[in-house]
């Protein structure tokens, strides 16, 4: 019988060692390695993500993403002479036997790299870690809470860093799930954004990048599974109650359908264009912390005030209220009032419990003055 012809990596005369989940190429490792860094620095320099001299804030959690992109960054930083000035910035949510065992992982990571790591905690910055989040609120709405004060975290730990940039390790797969969920919810203005490879949120905050925009998440425990990467694999122990499961299994539905149905997602999503009369939030700082916001009170502040009233739900159970306070008056907002140039705290925390009881009054009069409504 005749010999069947010796398979031969797409790129070289090796043999291949794994097929690529995004192309379906059958590589050798050192090729899938070239092809995954070169993919990788084609999206930071076609995005222009970053600049020489700038200091970037790596946000790290110990994961596979976070991890491999440290690495990738700071391979690629010392082989195309980007000039940055790389840090590791994770926040702690509190939640036990899950983040502490990433956070270690993510030590070894800083030793491995050589990269200074910084950390933050929603104690510090809340007065609440996420298990107490969880036990007043329920795990309904638990993800609701940690994605808000967790994006505000990150950016107020690269504040401090005097970061430029702050980058993310949202994959392909992170990237056309948000996609998806933003269809679902029409939340028009998210959508607009959210496949961007550097987005600007203003105030005075870092922008963010996603150089792995890209980049599958098979593919990114395919080379940090080669390159013998340290990272900590457990999924979150709230993460099965998410929204976002929803889209995830749509997504993945679609890839194996059809491998390329994530880049299209993306492809798709940058190039939607909304007409130039559509209303968008107009972005405003928050009265209560600075924070950027589109409403006179940023949502971390609103979730603070249910938290340290004891209601944690309620106004997640009610969001037309949250809606009305865009067009109430000073002496009505919310969850506060606040003279127009008073001193802004610089961050909530500690102090927000000090001044709920306050509010709570304000709110119950608004409630009662335009709803009839009495607590």
């Known amino acids: 019988p005749q010999r069947q012809p010796q398979r031969r990596c797409r790129f070289c005369e090796k043999k291949p060692q794994l097929r690529r989940p995004k192309t379906g190429h059958a590589v050798c490792r050192d090729c899938f390695f070239w092809a995954f860094e070169a993919e990788t620095h084609d999206t930071i320099v076609s995005s222009r993500m970053f600049s020489p001299g700038e200091r970037v804030a790596i946000g790290a959690s110990g994961g596979k993403d976070s991890t491999v ?16 000035d790389l840090r590791l910035l994770a926040i702690d949510e509190g939640i036990a036997g899950y983040r502490d065992d990433s956070l270690d992982a993510l030590r070894r990571t800083e030793v ?20 107490e989040v969880v036990r007043a609120a329920g795990r309904r709405s638990n993800c609701t809470f940690c994605g808000v004060f967790r994006r505000q975290a990150l950016d107020r730990g690269a504040g401090h860093l005097k970061a430029d940039k702050l980058a993310t390790g949202h994959n392909a797969d992170d990237v056309a ?6 269809l679902l919810r029409g939340d028009a203005a998210r959508l607009s954004r959210c496949a961007d490879g550097v987005t600007h949120t203003g105030g005075g905050l870092p922008a963010r990048c996603k150089p792995l925009k890209y980049a599958y998440e098979k593919e990114i425990v395919l080379y940090a599974y080669f390159k013998r990467l340290d990272y900590f694999a457990t999924e979150c122990l709230y993460a099965p109650a998410a929204y976002r499961g929803h889209a995830r299994a749509l997504v993945k539905d679609l890839e194996r359908a ?31 912390c600075g924070y950027v916001s589109s409403q006179p ?25 949250v809606r009305l306070s865009n067009s109430s008056s000073e002496c009505l907002l919310m969850l506060g009032v606040i003279a127009p140039n008073a001193a802004v705290a610089p961050a909530p925390g500690a102090a927000a419990r000090d001044r709920h009881a306050l509010r709570r009054r304000i709110l119950d009069d608004f409630l009662n ?4 409504i009495a607590f």
């Not at 799930?177 to 933003?182: A, F, L, S, Y």
């Not at 491998?259 to 492809?267: D, E, K, S």
């Not at 009233?309 to 106004?315: A, E, Q, R, T, V």
């Not at 003055?369 to 009839?372: D, K, Q, R, S």
């Open 177 to 182: 799930e948000t996609v998806v969920m933003n």
């Open 258 to 288: 059809r491998p390329a149905a994530l880049l299209h997602i993306i492809q798709a999503a940058e190039q939607i264009r909304f007409r130039t009369d559509a209303r968008m939030p107009e972005l405003d700082t928050c009265r209560l």
């Open 112 to 131: 491995s790299l050589g990269l200074p790591l910084t950390i933050f905690t929603y104690r510090d910055l809340y007065g609440w870690t996420m298990d």
């Open 297 to 321: 009170v940023c949502k971390a502040c609103v979730l603070l005030d249910g938290l340290n009233s004891g209601n944690p739900g309620w106004l997640l159970a009610n969001p037309r209220l």
């Open 69 to 84: 992109l440290a690495y990738l960054l700071k391979t690629l930083n010392e082989r195309h002479n980007y000039g940055l």
């Open 369 to 372: 003055l335009f709803f009839g």
